[in-house]
């Protein structure tokens, strides 16, 4: 079935330090890709998305490249900043379901310090 | 702008009570769906629905149960709560119309204690 692994976390970090996030997937057919945030206290909500291979989906400072050659969607940013902490969530979603369902890896949380 | 509304926001229940979150959109969306989030577990997909009067299960649906007799509405009904039924739920709604076909959008979420 299909699934998604994400690194462990926390990541901590000081400001203005680059950040990467590993996400690799499993899937049968072609699922479209996400990363979502998760700030305290709140919902998900989107922070970029690829829906091909070699898309990449960028947001605020973040990037992501659809790799599926080595079935990865890792997410950056050069320069992180105190108020990007908070939890991140990959997910897929196989588009051939007709259901739109997304399977989420476990959350990454990162924490930047000042 | 509400998007996705859930409430309550909090709520203790004792062991073998019964209660409904609520969650309504208001973008006119297909897609709803109910998902828990435990503690370094992420997010389970506990139902879904396609449509109004359609439902299925997730990956978790043991002890819920949901209806949908409006696009709007999705309420998940906990029946003979348990401990292991402790955490937090969303409700996201989604679309499959461009430009924003297959985003979720999710409520803010109920926290949710058995004791």
């Known amino acids: 079935g299909n699934s998604v692994t994400q690194m462990e976390g926390p990541v901590t970090l000081s400001e203005e330090a680059f950040l990467t996030i590993n996400c690799t997937y499993t899937?049968?057919?072609?699922?479209?890709l996400f990363w979502y945030v998760q700030y305290p206290g709140e919902g998900l909500q989107l922070l970029l998305k690829a829906t091909k291979a070699d898309d990449k989906g960028s947001n605020k400072g973040f990037e992501a490249t659809y790799r599926k050659e080595t079935t990865s969607f890792h997410l950056e940013k050069g320069s992180v900043q105190v108020s990007d902490s908070a939890v991140y969530f990959c997910?897929?979603?196989?588009?051939?379901?007709?259901?739109?369902?997304?399977?989420f890896g476990t959350g990454t949380r990162l924490k930047v310090l000042a | 702008n509400a998007g996705v509304t859930q409430t309550p926001k909090f709520r203790i229940l004792k062991i073998g009570q019964s209660m409904t979150l609520q969650c309504t959109q208001d973008?006119?969306?297909?897609?709803m769906y109910w998902y828990r989030q435990d503690p370094g577990m992420g997010l389970k997909l506990i139902y879904y629905?396609?449509?109004?009067?359609?439902?299925d299960k997730g990956e978790v649906p043991n002890g819920y149960n949901v209806s949908r007799s409006t696009t709007e509405d999705f309420p998940l009904r906990l029946e003979l709560a348990a401990p292991s039924q402790t955490s937090v739920y969303f409700c996201?709604?989604?679309?499959?119309?461009?430009?924003?076909?297959?985003?979720?959008?999710f409520g803010a979420g109920t926290r949710l204690s058995v004791l």
């Open positions: 629905s396609v449509g109004a009067g359609i439902t």
């Open positions: 973008m006119n969306h297909n897609y």
């Open positions: 997910a897929l979603s196989d588009r051939d379901s007709g259901t739109y369902k997304y399977i």
């Open positions: 996201a709604s989604s679309t499959r119309d461009p430009p924003r076909k297959n985003i979720q959008y």
């Open positions: 899937a049968t057919g072609y699922p479209s």
